[in-house]
């Protein structure tokens, strides 16, 4: 079954507008929860990360919220741009393990 | 900057063919990763490798096997190759005391 549940599966966003992507987890042993962008034609390349001791990380236009409770995370891209169009993907790892990743989201920026 | 080579961006092979996929890392990373990515399926893990000579099975290893010779080296084997194998395959790494993965640029696989 799909450890880490990712939504919407695709997204349209005007340019200036803020993108939210949705992820979930099962597994309260996660301990590394991951976004990874990926353009077409390349590989995933990591965006931002959080450890689950915190409840939210800002890296420039990109913010990771996250709740334990709920166990779930989300990205927030703000001011979103048209070079932010890629499909993202969410994951979540326990330390030394393999990273389980959501379906992706496909993010389109309309200029 | 960790560098993950994938030595084929595009292969088209035929039913049945054995298929190697070859994936080299430059940065002495310790553990190697083989995915397959497919869309509404995103990336599913089908080996990895946490040292030389060394592989686990992933979420999907039916019909693949991997070699690891050399620490930056890590081969995916499709053993005999069917039209369910088209995808995306994706290598990655990461070093110890690294949490995060470092992915080539993919091979797309068409099998025909």
């Known amino acids: 079954q799909q450890q880490v549940k990712q939504s919407p599966q695709s997204l349209i966003v005007q340019k200036g507008g803020i993108s939210i992507i949705n992820c979930a987890y099962e597994n309260t042993a996660f301990d590394y929860f991951p976004w990874y962008q990926q353009f077409p034609g390349k590989g995933p390349a990591l965006l931002i990360a959080?450890?689950?001791?915190?409840s939210e990380k800002k890296e420039g236009r990109f913010t990771i919220s996250f709740n334990k409770s709920a166990k779930q995370f989300s990205l927030h891209i703000m001011d979103s741009q048209p070079g932010d169009s890629a499909t993202y993907f969410c994951?979540?790892?326990?330390?030394?393990?393999?990273?389980?990743f959501g379906t992706g989201t496909s993010l389109t920026v309309i200029p | 900057d960790v560098k993950v080579t994938q030595s084929s961006r595009y292969l088209v092979k035929r039913t049945g063919e054995k298929v190697f996929l070859e994936c080299v890392q430059d940065m002495d990373h310790e553990n190697m990763f083989w995915y397959r990515q497919d869309p509404g399926l995103g990336l599913r893990l089908i080996y990895f490798s946490y040292d030389v000579k060394m592989k686990e099975k992933g979420d999907i290893p039916e019909g693949y096997s991997v070699s690891r010779e050399k620490k930056e080296r890590f081969s995916l084997i499709l053993e005999s190759a069917s039209t369910n194998q088209t995808s995306m395959y994706l290598c990655?790494?990461?070093?110890?005391?690294?949490?995060?993965?470092?992915f080539g640029s993919g091979t797309r696989l068409t099998v025909v």
């Open positions: 959080i450890r689950p001791d915190v």
């Open positions: 990655a790494s990461r070093g110890q005391g690294v949490y995060g993965y470092t």
């Open positions: 994951a979540a790892s326990m330390w030394g393990n393999q990273f389980y």
